[in-house]
């Protein structure tokens, strides 16, 4: 594919939060009025592969300018997947520090939640192995009495419960230690759902949080509405999206 053309590509769409397979294949109509469908699919997958475009959705695509998300990983949250990657190799776990909001949230929390999450099987059998190797507050599956008389006042709260099966997760390797971490697309599902345990994150904080996280990253968002489905929550964030940023989400939610 001419240069060229590549660079009016990403001219043409490059405002755009998202845009179809159909604004694509008139793109490409204009410069090659005879183009066949099973050519477009090579060119498709020729800027896929070359990093011009990314799936957001099935149909729906953005310019790569934007960045993936990968937070920072603490010496706290290390040492803590340090030893679930020891003593439950192979289980399926992820872990994470609601710190990751504040370059998205417009006031900075004095709150901070370290979470856990795991195969069901194994949620008492970790929950007892971290209480015996640290000095944190540890929460098993904690109900809304916990959060509001325990978890508000802790220090070191580390939230450990299950983890819903097909969560989007990523594996990272931090200094020869192999972890899971969520996905963006995870996080931003479950701060909406669990209003009660990211109680600081809510209000006109999480469109904020949403917002910024859109605006700053490439979001997958068949990854996030599926997720959302798993959680029962997919049309009420929908909903939320289309009422407080829908400049961001109007090529993607129909």
């Not at 149909?59 to 010496?75: A, D, H, M, R």
């Not at 972890?179 to 999480?206: C, M, N, R, W």
Request: proline residues 3%.
């Amino acid at each position: 594919m001419p240069k060229i053309i590549e660079n009016r590509l990403i001219e043409e769409f490059k405002e755009r939060d998202a845009f179809s397979r159909e604004a694509l294949f008139d793109f490409f109509r204009y410069y090659e009025p005879d183009l066949k469908e099973g050519t477009f699919g090579w060119r498709i997958y020729d800027l896929k592969n070359k990093n011009i475009i990314k799936s957001v959705q099935r149909g729906y695509y953005t310019i790569s300018y934007k960045p993936k998300f990968k937070p920072e990983i603490s010496g706290e949250i290390l040492k803590l997947a340090k030893l679930i990657s020891e003593r439950f190799e192979d289980v399926k776990h992820c872990i994470w520090s609601t710190d990751w909001f504040n370059e998205f949230s417009q006031h900075q929390s004095g709150k901070r939640l370290i979470i856990i999450e795991i195969e069901k099987d194994f949620i008492e059998s970790l929950f007892y192995e971290l209480k015996d190797n640290f000095k944190f507050d540890f929460y098993l599956n904690p109900d809304e009495k916990a959060i509001d008389f325990y978890i508000s006042e802790s220090k070191n709260p580390v939230i450990i419960k299950k983890l819903i099966t097909r969560s989007p997760i990523s594996k990272r390797t931090e200094k020869r230690i192999k972890f899971h971490t969520p996905l963006l697309e995870k996080i931003l599902v479950d701060v909406f759902t669990e209003s009660k345990l990211f109680y600081f994150y809510q209000g006109a904080e999480l469109m904020h949080i949403y917002e910024n996280a859109l605006k700053n990253y490439t979001i997958n968002f068949t990854k996030l509405f599926s997720y959302a489905k798993r959680r029962d929550q997919e049309q009420d964030i929908k909903q939320f999206m289309t009422n407080n940023i829908s400049h961001l989400v109007k090529d993607v939610i129909e």
